[in-house]
């Protein structure tokens, strides 16, 4: 039973912590909705039930689980977000090493979100999700 608990707390720190990342540049959104999903799977079936059916966070997921893609969509909006956290956060950053270090990190963090494969779907059916 105890251990039921501590899976559903993990899976929903790591759900809120999905949710974050989407906003967050350094924070990896869909490696927290596996882990999400497997906490849910292995103690709440409605929870996981949910997470895969969830309108924005479910397709992310299943894309990744079934592909090891994102959608063309989460690529977009995930870049933009990850340029304008990078840009609003050079900008507030007082010195000049830091804002070497952040310009740093944004290169490579941005040409590895640019590589991860892209998965679109062919035609708007149940097939596809």
């Known amino acids: 039973?105890?251990?039921?608990?501590?899976?559903?707390?993990?899976?929903?720190?790591?759900?809120?912590?999905?949710?974050?990342?989407?906003?967050?540049p350094l924070l990896p959104t869909t490696p927290f909705l596996l882990l999400a999903s497997y906490c849910f799977m292995k103690s709440s079936p409605r929870c996981h039930?949910?997470?895969?059916?969830?309108?924005?966070?479910?397709?992310?997921?299943?894309t990744w689980q079934e592909q090891r893609a994102v959608s063309k969509v989460v690529k977009q909006r995930g870049a933009i977000m990850i340029a304008l956290s990078f840009c609003f956060s050079i900008y507030i950053v007082p010195n000049l090493w830091l804002k070497v270090l952040l310009f740093v990190v944004f290169v490579i963090l941005m040409s590895w979100f640019l590589k991860l494969p892209t998965h679109e779907l062919v035609a708007n059916r149940r097939e596809n999700h």
Not at 1 to 24: D, E, N, Q, R, S
Request: charged residues 10%.
């Open 1 to 24: 039973m105890i251990k039921k608990w501590a899976l559903l707390g993990v899976g929903v720190l790591a759900v809120l912590l999905g949710i974050a990342g989407i906003f967050l």
């Open 49 to 62: 039930r949910w997470l895969h059916q969830h309108k924005m966070l479910g397709p992310i997921l299943v």
